[in-house]
């Protein structure tokens, strides 16, 4: 089986940063693509950002030019900084990875246990 452990969240005033950190263990023969997802209650789950084994992201536009998402493979790990937050960026952020569980596996997709992020105003 696969886990994501997602740390880094916490309370914080409008403007400022903060790091979320998913470490992906477990039986992973090949992580294809790690990302960020994110929620508040009574709505959908909605894209942050995604990066590719090849190193491309993608940014919701929203968070365009304030996050960035990079990752240490070595490590399995994805991180997400965030700056110059808003308190609507206010939600539960969920960690997302695409990962092949074996050469013979079927590409399966994993999300993590999720870590509150409140910005003040």
């Known amino acids: 089986q696969v886990q994501l452990v997602e740390s880094g969240g916490g309370l914080v005033q409008a403007g400022g940063s903060l790091r979320l950190s998913c470490a992906a263990s477990g039986s992973i023969f090949r992580i294809n693509a790690m990302g960020w997802y994110r929620q508040v209650p009574g709505k959908q789950r909605d894209l942050v950002a995604t990066t590719t084994r090849s190193g491309s992201t993608n940014y919701a536009d929203s968070v365009k030019g304030r996050f960035t998402i990079s990752t240490d493979n070595a490590k399995n790990t994805v991180y997400l900084q965030m700056n110059s937050l808003k308190p609507e960026d206010t939600a539960v952020y969920y960690c997302?990875?695409?990962?092949?569980?074996?050469?013979?596996?079927?590409?399966?997709?994993?999300w993590g246990q999720g870590t509150q992020v409140t910005v003040s105003s």
């Open positions: 997302n990875a695409e990962i092949l569980q074996t050469y013979w596996a079927v590409l399966s997709t994993f």
